[in-house]
């Protein structure tokens, strides 16, 4: 390809990232930034993912910070979701359900959903009946999230 705009390169980011390829993803990334080519939401969607499915939790919490901080992006509701997803993939249900009380939007079904699995996971009953809680609230008339709390 001869010209890489930002399309090009987010969709090869998020390929590699959502196919298991993180390590790629993440080197991709350091090639776009050489080429000058400036990063945006889409490309640090792409990273958010390829940090959850790696776990390097430190890296995807620093791509987060870089995000907002030195790129001057305001993260979405899914940039958000990453990081819940992130975090508790290392155990670190605590540090998720902080990062989603400061939130500036409201967490959706997906966050909400994510963090009762992970309390599942986890086997956190105390931080599992607050994030049901939390996700009835979201979702009330959806009998599934009372099933969620049951082992399987």
Not at 28 to 38: D, E, P, S, T, V
Not at 73 to 84: A, R, S
Not at 120 to 132: D, M, Q, S
Request: with cysteine; hydrophobic share 40%.
């Amino acid at each position: 390809m001869k010209t890489k705009d930002s399309i090009s390169w987010n969709t090869l980011i998020g390929g590699l990232a959502m196919h298991g390829r993180g390590v790629d993803a993440l080197n991709l990334f350091i090639r776009m930034k050489n080429a000058g080519q400036k990063p945006d939401g889409i490309t640090f969607l792409g990273i958010l993912c390829a940090c959850t499915h790696m776990g390097p939790v430190e890296d995807g919490l620093a791509y987060f910070q870089s995000m907002v901080h030195d790129n001057s992006i305001v993260p979405q509701i899914e940039h958000y979701g990453c990081m819940v997803d992130l975090l508790p993939r290392a155990g670190r249900l605590e540090q998720a359900m902080d990062f989603v009380s400061k939130m500036p939007m409201e967490p959706n079904v997906v966050i909400g959903a994510g963090l009762l699995g992970a309390c599942r996971t986890h086997k956190n009953v105390e931080l599992a009946e607050v994030a049901l809680q939390r996700l009835i609230e979201l979702e009330p008339k959806n009998p599934a999230n009372y099933g969620k709390m049951w082992p399987g």
